[in-house]
Nanobody, 115 residues
Framework: VQLQASGGGLVQAGGSLRLSCAAS????????IGWYRQAPGKQRELVAG???????NYAESVKGRFAISRDNAKNAVYLQMNSLKPEDTAVYYC??????????WGQGTQVTVSS
């Protein structure tokens, strides 16, 4: 599976962005998918995940501000990010959620939130 994250950019604190993840490969819809982020000097962390049934789970740090959704017909997953904070600054990636065997990570998309 090839993953392409897009939609990042520079935004002021309090602003919004919508990230998109496009995937090739027929197994995309058979997997829970997550959005991850990695800030400089920090480990990559899972911030939101969506299961096969559409159930969602969020890291405490983004709960109430981020919303993940998926469109299996388009092999796509989205992350709506509202009320952005400077600490949300990171490179954002999509990949399997809750799996010990991720797909190749791809380049990710940079999100920068200015104060």
């Amino acid at each position: 599976v090839q993953l392409q994250a897009s939609g990042g950019g520079l935004v002021q604190a309090g602003g919004s962005l919508r990230l998109s993840c496009a995937a090739s490969g027929s197994t995309f819809s058979d997997n829970a998918i997550g959005w991850y982020r990695q800030a400089p000097g920090k480990q990559r962390e899972l911030v939101a995940g969506i299961g096969l049934s559409g159930s969602t789970n969020y890291a405490e740090s983004v709960k109430g501000r981020f919303a993940i959704s998926r469109d299996n017909a388009k092999n796509a997953v989205y992350l709506q990010m509202n009320s952005l904070k400077p600490e949300d600054t990171a490179v954002y990636y999509c990949n399997k959620a809750w799996s010990s065997v991720p797909w190749n990570w791809g380049q990710g998309t940079q999100v920068t939130v200015s104060s």
